[in-house]
């Protein structure tokens, strides 16, 4: 089974910041050309919706403050100019195995 | 734009079955380009993959949960399933349902990102 570690647990920041939330795969999900790593955003009360896919493609409608990078092992969301509505839970998921696997998830806090 | 919404009983008491369908509107469960997958959130916990089914019957299923699992797919009514048996308290969850979209390299493709998610369930396992 593949663990993904997600820090830090809880980020406190002010809207406006940047914000850079990490996850470690416990081995590498990715294969030549394709990082198999997607992240969720969950409010609470409602289901997760699904923010980036591929490490850095951008799920639909989903706003360009929104952006992931990584590889191998070692990925991040970055969200670049924090609004309001963003501080909520976030959870990374691996698909670099049929054991699909999720992080343990990022409470984005108000400062 | 796709839909997916669980249904099925709130309730269930231990050591006995666990029952869900999903009604997918929309768009065909029939389609090659996805899987259908289950996930569940114990309260105020994380997620947790259950396992996914194609529309052929092919599926997936979480190692820990395999012995008391059963997913299920029924076309006619664009509709999957999930079974679990034997449950307790540690079954107690929010349970999604998602489409789990395949992603492909040159030689094979395979189930990737889970989207769109149904709203969720909550099932309660008690006496």
């Known amino acids: 089974e593949i663990v993904l570690t997600q820090s830090p647990g809880t980020l406190s920041l002010s809207p406006g910041e940047r914000a850079t939330l990490s996850c470690r795969a416990s081995q590498s999900v990715s294969t030549i050309g394709s990082n198999h790593l997607a992240w969720y955003q969950q409010k609470p009360g409602q289901a997760p919706r699904l923010l980036i896919f591929?490490?850095?493609n951008r799920a639909t409608d989903i706003p360009d403050r929104f952006s992931g990078s990584g590889s191998g092992t070692d990925f991040t969301l970055t969200i670049s100019r924090l609004e309001p509505e963003d501080f909520v839970m976030y959870y990374c998921?691996?698909?670099?195995?049929?054991?699909?696997?999720f992080g343990q998830g990022t409470k984005l806090e108000i400062k | 734009q796709m839909q997916l919404q669980e249904s099925g009983p709130g309730l269930a008491k231990p050591s006995e079955t666990l029952s869900l369908a999903c009604t997918v509107s929309g768009g065909s469960i029939r389609s090659t380009s996805y899987y259908w997958g289950w996930i569940r959130q114990p309260p105020g916990k994380g997620l947790e993959w259950i396992g996914s089914i194609f529309y052929s019957g092919n599926t997936y299923y979480s190692p820990s949960l395999k012995s008391r699992l059963t997913i299920s797919v029924d076309t006619s009514k664009n509709q999957f399933s999930l079974t679990l048996s034997s449950v307790t308290a540690a079954d107690t969850a929010v349970y999604y349902c998602?489409?789990?979209?395949?992603?492909?390299?040159?030689?094979?493709?395979?189930?990737?990102?889970?989207?769109?998610w149904g709203q969720g369930t909550l099932v309660t396992v008690s006496s």
């Open positions: 998602a489409r789990h979209m395949l992603h492909c390299s040159t030689t094979s493709c395979s189930p990737g990102w889970f989207d769109p």
């Open positions: 591929g490490a850095s």
């Open positions: 998921q691996q698909y670099g195995s049929s054991l699909y696997t």
